[in-house]
């Protein structure tokens, strides 16, 4: 018995394919306790996300054409053997394999997927030492290197820059100006790290009062947005109008109510919202989705950067583990 | 007496070299982008240290040991360890270790500086208690003060990287943020503010054998850092100006000691 992993992933197969193997969480178990009943395998595991489909067994070579049969045929699979099968568990865990490098959402779900496999029953001595191995090793890589390093959206950019002005954001204010996907976006990600309290201004007032309802929020005229600018923190322009909205003068008549608090301008609309010479007031930070974008693609090359020593490390820690089935 | 006297030195070299330890591990780690507890281990030893050399002093002078600059210095030194120390570290402002332990070496090695410090102490006779209170708790306020001003220059730093847009470095990613530093600045000028004040009560009951001027000049600086505070308080006041303000005065208060 040796150990095999068929699965196919973002990379070998259109959504359309992937979401007809796709299994919920609920019935990872089951799945599993199927495969080892119609095929000759000791154990398995089924790890199912949006991105990937993956079984995990201990037994013959000769399953692999079965089992990649279960998962449509040879087209959209890949297969992986011994060694090299617990070197791409290991990937996947630690999220080299992830559309969004180093993210860590896969490793709660693989965590979940073993679960499920060990409370239905079918797993043993060579999935069972393989995933617990797994888990040390993942969290070795996401703590020793600097995978998960740094905001790679544009969205989480906005949100670190906030935490590092405001620290936490639950006495922060947010106003987003235009009622558009990306500012609705960016203000849920400043609201899901605790900011107080949402505005939103647009020239649709009723698309306006729509967003903040879907948000908790506040709607304002967008003739009223300079009253708000004076008690928020954060403001995100993103609307589709033609030439700038706020300039330098909106501010300077703010900031003397204000008291000269710091105002992060977070400007992701094209063409700009905001006009830069904002940003030669003292306690304004103004970043327009140019440099924002740029930060992102910076922590990107860095995680990129780091995917060698991520692998040299978790193949020198399995060889360590000397584990079954390899 | 001469054992005594070497001691005390011998302790406030100890307390500047693990200073001066703090500054470079500290500023290594940083520069890495890691933290360290390291930092705070040797600013504490050279808290220690320095606590040693004032009780060694204080026993020589029979008093508290504030006679000379080179006291002055070490008690300030003591005084802005002690602030980082009670002050900096439950506001998770980990990284004014790094800035204060450049400060302690500073004031340190100037008070080892020969003919900074007396080196054979007079014992003092007749203690005033006003002239004690005095002294000690107008250091201790220059201690908050010299905290502000460091966090003032933190600030100032990580304001111009975040105007900049420069966001890479170890630094960057060490700040406490923007909100917590200002707090943390005007925190601890009201803190220093408050024990100035008592200073100065304490300098107007003392009897004064050698002038007015110091108390007169002590006054100017209370009324300069009471008016930032009403300024900032009152009308607000950006950042920027607040720490440089802090900076300014603490750089000009230090001129009181000049007039001892």
Known sequence: ?326 | MHVGADMDRTLLLISTLLALAGAVWGAVSVHRGSRTWWTLVLIGGAFVAQLGFLELRGEMRGACPLRDRGEILVFLAWSLTLFYLVVGRPYRLSLVGLFTAPVVVLFQALALWPGVMTLQPERSVGVDAWREAHAAVSVLSYGAFALAAVTGVMFLVLDRQLKDHHLQSGLFRNLPPVRELLAAVKRLLWIGYGLLTFGIVAGAMMSHRGGWSHLIAAVAVWVFYGGLLLWQQWRGVTGRRLSLLAMVFFLLSLGVFALV
């Not at chain 1, 995990?56 to 959209?76: F, N, P, T, W």
């Open chain 1, 1 to 326: 018995m040796e150990l095999i992993c068929v699965g196919l992933n973002h990379r070998t197969a259109p959504v359309e394919v992937r979401e007809l193997f796709a299994v919920a969480p609920s019935k990872l178990g089951e799945a599993a306790a199927d495969l080892r009943a119609k095929i000759d395998v000791e154990e398995a595991v089924v790890i199912s996300t949006c991105n990937r489909t993956e079984i995990y067994v201990s037994g013959e070579e000769s399953s692999i054409v079965q089992l990649e049969e279960m998962l449509g045929g040879a087209e959209h699979c890949y297969h992986r053997r011994k060694m090299d099968a617990a070197v791409h568990l290991c990937r996947v865990a630690s999220g080299l394999d992830s559309m969004v490098l180093g993210e860590t959402e896969i490793f709660g779900q693989v965590k979940d997927a073993y679960q499920a496999a060990l409370q239905a029953g079918v797993t043993r001595g060579v999935l069972n030492r393989l995933f617990q191995r797994t888990f040390s090793i993942g969290k070795k890589v996401r703590t020793e290197t600097g995978i998960q390093e740094g905001a790679t959206s544009i969205g989480n950019v906005a949100v670190d820059l906030a935490e590092k002005i405001f620290g936490h954001l639950k006495d922060s204010e947010v106003m987003i100006l235009g009622a558009g996907e990306m500012s609705r976006v960016t203000a849920q990600s400043l609201q899901s790290r605790g900011a107080r309290s949402i505005f939103v201004a647009n020239r649709s007032y009723d698309r306006a009062l729509d967003l903040a309802q879907q948000m908790n929020g506040h709607a304002v005229r967008f003739e009223d947005w300079q009253l708000v600018l004076a008690q928020v923190d954060v403001v995100i322009g993103s609307t589709g109008a033609p030439h700038t909205i706020v300039h330098k003068e909106h501010v300077e008549e703010v900031r003397r109510k204000r008291k000269y608090r710091p105002l992060f301008f977070i400007d992701i609309a094209v063409p700009r919202d905001i006009d830069p010479a904002v940003a030669e007031i003292e306690e304004v930070y103004l970043y327009d989705i140019d440099t924002l974008e740029q930060i992102a693609n910076e922590a990107r090359v860095r995680r990129a950067k780091q995917i060698e020593v991520c692998e040299l490390m978790i193949r020198e820690e399995l060889e360590k583990a000397k584990l079954p089935g390899l």
